[in-house]
């Protein structure tokens, strides 16, 4: 049984106040679920306070990204190792925007994954279709490049300690929401890729959340797909009302 994990992309927003008071409140309403592990992905400026703000609760912070290199003459990066010491336990690494604005790479993903690893955090690794890939067909060779490319040469002990992301990239921050069945066929897909790479054992453990227009309206039919184990959210993980209402989702 994997148990589900609802994590929320904050993207470029929220100043430091902002961010205390989010997870003031979710920390205030979320105490009493202990079947889910939830995380929050606030900005680099305000992890520090909100990994302060949660210590005592069971709410887990992450990174949006992070650069493979430990420490040195790279302006505007920050590694593994600090995100770490901010308070974060996971981080996502190769979200769709990354890859579209910021020239990541699958190539580039495999380097942040190790580096996330060898720092202690968990990667939550993002792949996705563009809509005209999906559109012509390519949907199941793109996802299969992108997996095979980022989780190239990880051992299946490192490989169990990752969260994968499914966001189809039509479907971020778009209100377009792949329907279940569509979401269903790619997660299967994706793990028939992982039981080619890892093994049956590796595959069957490994969690992988859909991202794309999730909400409290769509979250329960998503998650009830025998392949899909949690979410990872965007746009409503800003209003703590609604990511409240996804993480209960049962
Ligand atoms: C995301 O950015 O990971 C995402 C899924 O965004 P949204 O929920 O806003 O579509």
Same mark, same amino acid.
């Given at each position: ?8 992309? *904050? ?9 205390? #008071? ?9 105490? #009493?679920?202990? #079947? ?31 650069? *493979? ?66 559109? /012509? ?32 990239? *039509? ?41 794309? /227009? ?37």
């Amino acid at each position: 049984m994997r148990r589900p994990i609802i994590a929320g992309n *904050w993207k470029l927003n929220k100043t430091i106040p902002e961010a205390i #008071d989010l997870v003031a409140r979710l920390k205030r309403s979320l105490y #009493d679920v202990t #079947d889910t592990d939830i995380v929050v992905c606030p900005s680099f400026t305000a992890i520090a306070e909100v990994a302060e703000t949660l210590s005592e609760s069971t709410i887990a912070v992450g990174g949006q990204d992070l650069y *493979w290199e430990a420490s040195g003459a790279f302006t505007g990066e920050v590694s593994g190792a600090q995100l770490k010491d901010a308070g974060c336990s996971y981080v996502i690494i190769g979200h769709s925007e990354r890859r579209q604005f910021f020239g990541e790479t699958d190539a580039t993903v495999n380097k942040k994954i190790k580096a996330a690893l060898a720092a202690g955090l968990t990667p939550i690794v993002c792949v996705g279709e563009l809509l005209q890939e999906r559109e /012509s067909g390519k949907t199941e060779e793109v996802i299969r490049v992108q997996v095979q490319g980022s989780l190239a040469n990880l051992t299946e002990d490192e490989m169990s300690g990752i969260v994968i992301a499914y966001e189809p990239v *039509w479907a971020i921050g778009t209100g377009k929401v792949a329907t279940p069945q569509q979401a269903q066929d790619v997660h299967k897909f994706i793990r028939g890729l992982l039981e080619k790479m890892f093994g049956k054992a590796v595959a069957s453990q490994v969690r992988i959340q859909y991202g794309g /227009s999730v909400k409290p309206s769509n979250v329960k039919e998503l998650m009830a797909a025998p392949d899909i184990d949690g979410a990872l959210v965007g746009g409503a993980s800003l209003d703590a009302d609604q990511f409240i209402q996804l993480v209960k989702y049962k």
